[in-house]
């Protein structure tokens, strides 16, 4: 069998220290300046203090319409309200993928004053015809995100799609979303098939790994890759742990203000006249 293609590195970026909520402070990846959005993608928000100052104050009452937030916690306590009904407690290692749909009002608050809180934020585009679905939870603990063991040394969390035979508990047909945590020994490497024609990337959250070519990528800096079949990572001389995130293209038009991402401007016109109206 031959060799599949190895994915270049087609982009090399650090994020972006800001503040979101009501004063949480964080580091967005996708979505700034730099990298608006990476299809079908529209933002990265990497939170991690163990100061109380910096998450506090948390993200109060807050209205979505148009796309998914996918909440992946690694460390700390958060719990999070809507206006539907639904409650819950984001807690180590657990994952909420929402579904906003045709729209929710929430608040996604810390349940600590001290301690490590720490995790990621993706925002994933929905296309036109789910853009006013129902809002729908994928909710998962720690225990119900399945790992695979690859090879010795290997260790991945599989949250959306597969590893050999461990597939992860995210279903969307839309975009068929990668998302997998993947934790590396020294020197160790992963390899993973991403199909052809997926936008994926891989974040460095913790030690240094060396990608296709590019030696020395330390937590911190985005990787997005070029065309191909498979992704290939390689440990440092430290443990690594980084996410890699793929998803199909929607390759629709994005209009977008604030949390509402729609396709025309008409239709975050009418978001915000729905979300006026009380409408969510
Ligand atoms: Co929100």
């Not at 906003?100 to 036109?128: D, T």
């Not at 991402?261 to 008409?266: L, W, Y």
Request: charged content about 20%; glycine content about 12%.
């Amino acid at each position: 069998m031959n060799q599949p293609a190895l994915r270049p590195v087609a982009r090399r970026l650090r994020g972006m220290a800001t503040s979101d909520g009501a004063g949480v402070r964080l580091t967005r990846v996708i979505g700034t300046p730099q990298l608006p959005d990476l299809d079908p993608f529209l933002m990265l928000d990497e939170f991690g203090s163990d100061k109380p100052g910096d998450y506090i104050a948390g993200f109060p009452s807050h209205p979505h319409r148009g796309f998914e937030t996918v909440t992946y916690m690694l460390d700390g306590r958060m719990r999070h309200k809507d206006n539907h009904g639904n409650e819950g407690l984001l807690t180590p290692g657990s994952v909420q993928w929402m579904t906003a749909g045709r729209g929710i009002v929430h608040s996604e608050m810390p349940e600590q004053e001290e301690g490590l809180m720490r995790g990621f934020q993706l925002w994933v585009n929905l296309p036109a015809k789910d853009k006013m679905t129902a809002p729908q939870y994928q909710e998962f603990s720690a225990d119900r995100i399945p790992e695979a063991y690859p090879a010795d040394g290997v260790r991945v969390k599989v949250i959306a799609g597969r590893v050999g035979d461990v597939v992860g508990p995210v279903s969307q047909p839309a975009t068929d979303p990668t998302y997998l945590d993947i934790a590396l020994e020294p020197d160790k490497h992963f390899e993973h098939a991403v199909p052809s024609g997926h936008n994926a990337f891989a974040y460095v959250y913790q030690g240094v790994a060396s990608v296709a070519g590019e030696d020395v990528v330390p937590k911190g800096d985005l990787l997005v890759f070029g065309s191909g079949e498979a992704v290939r990572i390689t440990a440092g001389g430290v443990p690594v742990r980084l996410i890699l995130v793929a998803g199909r293209p929607l390759n629709e038009p994005v209009a977008r203000h604030g949390p509402f991402v729609m396709n025309t401007r008409a239709e975050i016109m009418q978001a915000f006249a729905d979300y006026n109206e009380g409408k969510f």
